[in-house]
C-alpha cells in the first residue's frame, strides 16, 4: 500500500512540472520586430465604440476618461483614494464662489504634440469639446472661460 502511495505522489510530482513548463512557456512570446526578446502581454487597450470611445481623444468620442482608465493620459484632476478631487495637472484651485473656479497649472508641462499646457491651450481645449459634444456642454455646464495672468 505505501509503494502505490509512494507511486501516486511521483506520478503526481511529474504531472505537475509538466503542466508548470507548459503553462510557463505560454507565457513567451516574440517580439513586434522578431528578435527573441520575452514579452508579457496582459489584455489590451482596444477602445469600445459602443461606448463612445472611439479613441483616447475627448474631442473625438467625448472619452477622456478613458485615457485615464487606460493609464495613458492626465487630466487636470482626478480622484484621491477617499474619492477626493485632487489637482493632477492642476497645480492647486481655489472656489471663487458657486459658478466660479480659479484654476493655477503646474509648470513646465508639454502635450505630446510638443504644446505646452498653459491657461490658453487648456480654455481652447474646453471651448472646442463644448462646441463639439452636446453632452460635453450639459456636463460641464460652462458659462464663459476666462484666461488671467
Not at 10 to 32: D, E, M, P, R
Not at 81 to 103: F, G, H, K, Q
Request: proline letters at 1%.
Amino acid at each position: 500500500m505505501q509503494r502505490k502511495n509512494g507511486r501516486r505522489k511521483k506520478i503526481a510530482y511529474v504531472l505537475c512540472g509538466i503542466l508548470a513548463v507548459v503553462l510557463f512557456s505560454g507565457c513567451q512570446s516574440t517580439a513586434a520586430d522578431g528578435t527573441d526578446e520575452k514579452v508579457f502581454v496582459y489584455g489590451d487597450t482596444t477602445f469600445n465604440a459602443e461606448n463612445d470611445e472611439s479613441d483616447v481623444n475627448p474631442h473625438n468620442g467625448y472619452s477622456g476618461w478613458a485615457c485615464i482608465r487606460y493609464g495613458i493620459g492626465e487630466t487636470l484632476f482626478h480622484y484621491s483614494d477617499s474619492m477626493e478631487i485632487e489637482p493632477w495637472l492642476a497645480e492647486s484651485y481655489e472656489i471663487v464662489d458657486d459658478t466660479t473656479w480659479r484654476i493655477t497649472l503646474h509648470e513646465g508641462i508639454s502635450f505630446t504634440s510638443g504644446r505646452t499646457l498653459d491657461a490658453e491651450a487648456v480654455k481652447e481645449c474646453l471651448e472646442d469639446l463644448i462646441a463639439v459634444h452636446d453632452r460635453a456642454r450639459g456636463d460641464l455646464k460652462i458659462e464663459s472661460i476666462k484666461q488671467t495672468a
